[in-house]
């Protein structure tokens, strides 16, 4: 539920930010007890956002802040 919870909040802080941003959640199986953010460009080039393997404990230190994903999509896309 957590890991949900905060993919919700990163699709829609992502949506909120960049009009017609397609956003896919876990469009592969994902790592076990992992939570990533990945832009794939319209090269087919992919750019990671986040990454929480390795991070934690505490477990919240696993997942990004909505607003700075937005700020690293925004410089990723200039």
Do not use: C, Y
């Amino acid at each position: 539920r957590v890991f949900g919870r905060n993919a919700a909040a990163v699709s829609e802080a992502l949506r909120g930010a960049v009009a017609h941003l397609p956003v896919d959640i876990n469009p592969q199986q994902p790592r076990r007890n992992s939570f990533e953010v990945s832009l794939v460009k319209e090269d087919g080039s992919t750019v990671e956002l986040w990454s929480g393997i390795g991070k934690g404990p505490p477990r919240k230190l696993k997942f990004p802040q909505p607003e700075a994903m937005v700020e690293a999509l925004k410089s990723n896309l200039a």
